[in-house]
């Protein structure tokens, strides 16, 4: 099976998740992993699933301005954090409006800080509206991968990630047993 993992990250979290849930595939499947800013529109031709992800930005998806706040924070001296290259560049909102309709499976994921969504917000929930607007047939709900309040992942989020990856991998498998 080939699925392809876009994602967009600022501090490394996203792309940790994102190559968590790649590895989570196992051997035998090919699982791309691609920044946002690199996921060229050919790049899905083929593809069983695709998984979607971001970080949550002021409760929803990047903007802009939310990132250049990101880059801003990075810069700051002693803040231990790292500013992912190409993190300033086009997000997923961007890459999404340049997709045409697909008719294939996916998925969606968000990194943001732990408590109620009503209060973090969560990318994920856009990402999902905009794949479900253009065509996508989304395979499992939403899920979320929590950072702690200095931006860093939660311990036993990587591995969360690889069980969701897993997880994925045995619903497309049903699924596409189930339909032929």
């Known amino acids: ?11 490394g979290n996203t792309r940790i998740v994102a190559d968590a849930i790649a590895e989570g595939f196992g051997t035998g499947n090919e699982a791309i992993v691609v920044p946002v800013t690199q996921a060229e529109v050919g790049l899905l031709e083929g593809a069983d699933l695709i998984v979607v992800g971001g970080p949550t930005h002021v409760h929803g998806m990047s903007r802009a301005n939310t990132r250049r706040g990101a880059a801003d924070v990075a810069s700051k001296p002693g803040g231990g954090l790292t500013f992912e290259p190409g993190a300033d560049g086009p997000g997923l909102r961007e890459w999404f409006a340049g ?10 994921f968000d990194t943001r800080l732990e408590g109620p969504a009503v209060l973090t917000g969560r990318a994920s929930k856009g990402i999902a509206r905009l794949l479900r607007a253009h065509g996508f047939t989304l395979l499992v709900r939403p ?9 860093h992942l939660r311990t036993g989020e990587p591995q969360r990630a690889w069980d969701w990856g897993r997880a994925l991998a045995g619903k497309v ?3 596409a047993a189930s339909s032929s």
């Not at 997709?99 to 969606?108: E, N």
């Not at 899920?143 to 931006?151: C, G, Q």
């Open 173 to 175: 498998a049903a699924a």
């Open 143 to 151: 899920e979320s991968f929590l950072v702690t309040s200095d931006n």
């Open 99 to 108: 997709q045409p309709q697909q008719r294939m499976r996916a998925a969606a």
């Open 1 to 11: 099976m080939k699925v392809v993992i876009v994602y967009e990250s600022m501090f």
